[in-house]
């Protein structure tokens, strides 16, 4: 069996966690590296703010698409919600609440973060899914529990992704407009799997609004 993820290196950049205010956790797509990742969250990089990257075995948090079902993708899928509970929970050891934590990730990892987000409502600092969605086939119930409580949320994608369905999309950010979240949507045309200018300046003024209080 292929190696699950607990126990996997993290990756950190920016201020220590001890002295850090806020925490960005940003977690890579199949097949990336949390160096990958962190050069993408070096686009928001803030000098109060501590930046965490985990490492998914064998560089993929789970093995089919995130549109099969669910049980195709166990028991990776469970190991990679928990490796990032795990580390939000390292994060709120530190002295860090939720409220002072955002999640970012590109693709497979986009994908697990809001899923995370969604299991584990709450208020959080932010959250930005690039090219990515909630995990599950088509007809999936979205039931969650708990409030987002205005956590503001940016989603970006194609509306040709070969891996993104537009309408797995779309209904990733209805359901957590469901949950209280506060979602900016953003849909490009014949944009290819990567992110965009517009993205980067969108979650920059995002990142700069959490830390300043705005």
Known sequence: MAQLHQGQPVMAMGKPLDEAQYVMIAIH????????????????????????????????????????????NEPYLSSALQAVGDLVKHVNDAGIPNER???????????????????????????????????????????????????????????????????????TSEVLKGLGAEVDERIYPGMPHTVNDDEIKAVQAMVANIATGA
Not at 44 to 67: E, I, T, V
Not at 151 to 165: M, N, Q, Y
């Open 101 to 171: 934590i955002m999640l970012m990730g590109f693709s497979q990892g986009a994908c697990l973060a809001s899923e995370y987000m969604a299991r584990n409502a709450g208020r959080y600092a932010g959250l930005a899914v690039f090219s990515g969605g909630l995990i599950g086939p088509e007809g999936t119930p979205r039931d969650y529990d708990g409030t987002l409580d205005s956590t503001p949320v940016f989603v970006g994608c194609s509306d040709v992704d070969f891996h993104i369905p537009v309408t797995r999309v779309n209904e």
């Open 29 to 72: 797509g199949r097949g990336a590296s949390p160096q990958d990742i962190l050069l993408l969250a070096n686009e928001f990089k803030q000098d109060d703010w501590a930046y965490l990257a985990p490492q998914a075995a064998g560089s993929q948090w789970y093995p089919q698409s995130f549109m099969a079902p669910v049980d195709a």
